[in-house]
């Protein structure tokens, strides 16, 4: 459900910018894939902040069902068929972050950085995403207005993520889950919020100094 929402707004952007500019260019791609994934995410992290205490009980539950049945939490949980009506269900999607606190566990606790910057990259960058997938789909900003906008989400994804990490591997938590899972749940998930963002400071310093949507292709 989530990968569907996620390919259905990246290629509305796609769609339109194609249309109107036919060369469209990799790094256009990158990033309307990785805004589209923001904002999905966005709604995941609003979720966080106002189901926590369900969160917080919740985590327990996929301990317990980790050790019954040896399955990945993660994986048992986004295989599983969420019904049409309940896409939007904040219940639903806050056991991601019940899953995933199976292996940070600063996602049950309101107290720690890994919450409290997951909650406010829900809140504080949801707008902008949004004009900027706007921006980067039909041009409606001058590209100084839009490349000013993108480095300073881009840069501020790239900082949080950063210090996100930093404080996984600072508290220790990497020490009681595998290697495998280290390299697939907590870097693997966080890394496009490194590298895309990387991406897009590139993209945004060139709309700004060229005064051109050119680096997006077309």
């Not at 881009?154 to 949080?160: G, S, V």
């Amino acid at each position: 459900m989530a990968a569907l929402k996620i390919a259905l707004l990246a290629a509305a952007g796609i769609a339109h910018r194609q249309y109107w500019h036919p060369d469209i260019g990799v790094t256009y791609v990158v990033l309307v894939v990785f805004l589209s994934t923001n904002l999905v995410i966005c709604y995941w992290e609003i979720c966080l902040f106002f189901r926590r205490d369900y969160i917080e009980s919740r985590t327990e539950y996929w301990r317990e069902r980790r050790q019954e049945t040896g399955r990945s939490p993660a994986t048992e949980f986004l295989t599983s068929q969420v019904p049409l009506k309940s896409a939007l269900s904040p219940t639903v999607w806050a056991d991601v972050w019940a899953t995933y606190a199976t292996y940070d566990g600063s996602f049950a606790d309101r107290r720690t950085y890994g919450f409290n910057v997951d909650v406010a990259n829900g809140f504080v960058t949801a707008v902008p995403s949004v004009i900027l997938y706007a921006a980067f789909a039909t041009e409606f900003l001058p590209p100084v207005a839009a490349g000013v906008v993108g480095v300073m989400l881009c840069w501020q994804w790239t900082y949080a993520t950063s210090a996100y990490l930093m404080s996984f591997f600072v508290a220790k938590r990497h020490r009681s889950i595998s290697r495998s899972e280290l390299a697939g749940m907590i870097l693997g998930f966080n890394a496009p919020w490194i590298l895309c963002p990387l991406v897009g400071l590139y993209a945004s310093i060139r709309l700004i100094v060229d005064d051109s949507y050119r680096v997006l292709g077309g």
